[in-house]
């Protein structure tokens, strides 16, 4: 925790795109309520953000990611428990390299698909999921 009582969270995520698809999972977020959003979670002692991303991805997917590029840093704020929590986290764009698609931890996965831009778009609800899809249509990547 800083000074003020904020604490600082550090995550890392993919972004998987086929054939011009990208793949999304379905989670509950800190209300319980379904949220489709792109894999990603903490980073682990010693672990650097990219080889976090690939954890993540294949923790919530089952599938093994090959970083293409990295994507950016999204910074956001919000409350857990009553704690404000400034989050950070670090996006790379991922080709599929194999795995069996099954989740390793599937308590926390609902569901996931393949989604063409547009319906991800309109499954997405996080300002900086939303983001992540402003910067890929940006560099061209949709």
Do not use: Q
Request: charged share 35%; aromatic share 8%; hydrophobic share 40%.
């Amino acid at each position: 925790m800083s000074g003020d009582g904020r604490k600082k969270e550090f995550s890392a995520g993919g972004v998987l795109l086929k054939d011009g698809r990208l793949l999304l999972i379905k989670m509950r977020d800190l209300l319980g309520e379904e949220v489709w959003t792109f894999p990603k979670g903490h980073l682990e002692e010693g672990e650097t953000p990219e080889l976090a991303a690939l954890r993540e991805v294949k923790e919530e997917t089952g599938l093994d990611g090959r970083v293409l590029r990295a994507l950016g840093t999204a910074r956001y704020s919000f409350f857990r428990n009553g704690t404000p929590v400034d989050k950070e986290v670090g996006w790379f764009l991922m080709e599929e390299a194999g795995g069996d698609g099954k989740a390793l931890t599937p308590d926390e996965v609902l569901d996931k698909r393949w989604c063409a831009p547009d319906e991800a778009l309109s499954l997405l609800k996080y300002p900086s999921d939303l983001g992540i899809m402003d910067a890929l249509r940006r560099a061209g990547l949709l």
